[in-house]
């Protein structure tokens, strides 16, 4: 099992959260009209024994998405984050 | 190579079976080969074989990292059909079944092939509808398959649910008779003979490290027996698809993916068949030796640990009670993990690569075992012609790219969820 030291709710077991793959590609900007660009974005992967930043959905928790490293050989777990770092609060005009 | 038989077993026993002959060399690599396929396990070892047995092809090595046997080929649950629904891979799936009837005579090694029957139960009208759909497409590529109703499927397995409690109540099946299973280590031990018998160069313990290049085009590896010249290169390496691919330069649509199997304490024959429950990922089948084989879903996440974590044991328990109340009590003896190479639609890729000299077989997902016999009679074909076999057309790496992938399952494009 993994342990994920969840940002809001602290050290949960990863049942507990939803996997969201590879978090290191970059989805192209909604009118890009590049196919190259959407295949790399869908398809292609990394895949990496070793270091890998994947996201996963606290989904029976605070529902947050995070950013997790983690070493694909021995699931060691480096850093967790919010995907989303802060929401900055539009502060009314 | 001695061949084996009724006769040499008898010999062998006058003379206190001393004089059995290693299965294969233990070869040492040479400066250069015609071939070299990397990956000792049964898609490379069959690929070897075929090489020189359809192609003529002997100056060949099979390089493997570990021990013949010690990757996938040994980790899987033996299973063999070829139900498959789309176009593409319905034939090449019972061309591979039709190389399995015939494998053990062909490698003069018993596989310990047995068509004991697969099925796949349905839970409702709309599944057995779909799976009448998957049964008419292969009858009409001459493939055998029944659709059995709720009775028919309790005459031919009164050991499932069949209760009013039954949590998803069984509607009927899809079943293929000629499905089954096979001894997994006999067959990457068969292929390692066979292909020895050929005179390829099996070498163990040898894991590459790197390619050789001259400008564009890969010439040979370096390993960890030293450097290796070569006039072409197969990949054929099963979870690991993706290290050595960045290696050799290839951008490739595969995760790395940990998938568990499990074995409980023998028991007296109860399973005769090869059990799939359709409301759940959960398949099942009995080896010679009395323990029940099962397996489930991927863990979920990229994984190259070889091993599994337990909230997947529970999951396929549940989904094995959900099914089988009757084996609630049964103990488990053993569970293990394989490093699978999930492609985006979960079928495989045959190919020569953009890279001159390089030839990738791979993305098996979890389902290479039954594929075996026919991966590496195409692959050789691929590799001895430079053209794809028309059996792998639909292999290509470019379908990703083109939009032509192959996604038996309709499940997307997360290599996860397939």
Known sequence: MLRIECPCCGPRDHDEFRYGGDASVTRPAHDDPDPEAWYRYVY???NPAGQHREFWQHVTGCRQWMVVERDTRNHAIASVDFARKSTVRKQRA | MARYSAFSIL???????????RAWRAAEPKPSYDVIVIGGGGHGLATAFYLAENHGIRNVAVLE????????????????????LLDGNTQFYEFSMKL????????????????????????????LD???????????????????????????????????????????????????????????????RAADGHAVDIIQNCEVTGFLRDRDSIVGVETTKGRIGAGKVGLAVAGHTSVLG?????????????????VTEPLKPLVDHVVAYGADHFYVSQSDKGGLVFGGNLDGYNSYAQRGNLGVVREVAEAAIALMPCISRVRLLRHWGGVMDMTPDASPIICPTPIDG????????????KATPASGWCFAHTIATGKPHPLVAAYGLDRFRTGHTLDEAGAGPSAWLQ
């Open chain 2, 246 to 262: 960045v290696k050799a330069g290839l951008e490739l649509p595969i995760e790395s993916h940990v998938l568990q199997a499990f």
């Open chain 1, 44 to 46: 292609i992967r990394t």
């Open chain 2, 11 to 21: 010999r062998n026993a006058l003379s206190g079976q001393k004089n059995w002959q």
């Open chain 2, 100 to 127: 399995w009837e015939g494998m053990s005579r062909a490698l003069n090694f018993n596989v310990m092939f047995s068509q004991r029957g697969q099925l796949v139960t349905a839970h409702s009208a709309d599944q």
């Open chain 2, 65 to 84: 990292k570990g021990y013949v046997g010690g990757g996938n080929v040994g980790r899987n649950t033996t299973v063999i059909r070829s139900n498959y």
């Open chain 2, 358 to 369: 390089l030839y990738l077989n791979g993305g098996w997902c979890y389902g290479g075992f």
């Open chain 2, 130 to 192: 779909g799976f009448s759909h998957r049964a008419n497409v292969m009858r009409l590529n001459g493939i055998d398959a029944d659709i059995l109703d709720r009775e028919d499927v309790r005459r031919l397995v009164p050991y499932l649910d069949f209760s009013d409690t039954a949590r998803f109540p069984i509607h009927g099946a899809i079943f293929q008779g000629r499905a089954g299973t096979a001894r997994h280590d006999a067959v990457a031990w068969g292929y390692a």
